[in-house]
């Protein structure tokens, strides 16, 4: 397993502004996700983290929008930007540790746009 | 396209009496089934998950599911259900490749547990 922690754990921002959510792992993990799980609604892939490299975006998810950094094996950053309303969401960090075959999810990062 | 289905968003049952989540999955080859727990303000557990061979698979909890490829469904039960499992499940199959990335997640099933 892993011990993933998210930061903030919540925020209220407004609108046109734009929020940075940190993921640490305390293991290496040889893969990282972000998904989003709107209110009521289940869990939506936006994309996989990258080391180094230019993060994987699902459909429906851009980079101006999201953008995605993770400058190494423990640590990803996803950027929420100019917020509007619909972005309040739950945002979650999830991780596959080196030799595992399943993911390990943060406890998110519960999101209001006013 | 894959998709995963979970025709019952609210279920109750009592306290102490059996329960069954269905899951129904689409996926085109053989697939990596997951079910998840969250509970209130927590994020989500794994509670087991189906690659292969054994088609009745144990997880955590006192919870297992049993994998029918002839009915693409991937049902959770637990004999004997406790308060303390009052909480949203959400079924899941891995569409990437390895199987275990690029999870698609269903709508998900809200339980509550009367004592």
């Known amino acids: 397993s892993a011990v993933i922690s998210q930061k903030p754990s919540r925020d209220i921002c407004q609108r046109g502004t734009s929020l940075t959510i940190q993921c640490q792992v305390d293991?290496?993990?040889?893969?990282m996700f972000w998904y989003r799980q709107q209110p009521g609604q289940s869990l939506t892939l936006i994309a996989t983290a990258n080391q180094g490299s230019e993060a994987t975006y699902e459909s429906g998810f851009v980079i101006d929008k999201f953008p995605i950094s993770r400058p190494n094996l423990t640590f990803s950053t996803l950027t929420v930007s100019n917020m509007s309303p619909e972005d309040s969401s739950i945002y979650l960090c999830?991780?596959?540790?080196?030799?595992?075959?399943?993911?390990?999810f943060g406890p998110g990062t519960r999101l209001t746009v006013l | 396209a894959q998709s995963v289905t979970q025709p019952d968003i609210h279920i109750t049952v009592s306290e102490g009496a059996s329960l069954e989540l269905r899951c129904n999955y689409s996926?085109?080859?053989?697939?990596?089934l997951f079910w998840y727990v969250q509970s209130p303000g927590q994020g989500l557990q794994l509670l087991l998950k189906y690659f292969s061979g054994d088609t009745l698979v144990q997880g955590i909890k006192g919870f297992e599911a049993e994998f029918k490829r002839s009915q693409s469904s991937f049902n959770l039960r637990k004999p004997s259900v406790h308060w303390s499992d009052a909480a949203e499940y959400f079924c899941a199959v891995g569409a990437g490749s390895g199987g275990y990335n690029k999870l698609i997640f269903g709508a998900g099933t809200r339980l509550a547990v009367h004592p």
């Open positions: 293991s290496q993990v040889t893969m």
């Open positions: 999830s991780v596959v540790v080196a030799g595992g075959n399943e993911q390990f």
């Open positions: 996926y085109g080859a053989t697939p990596y």
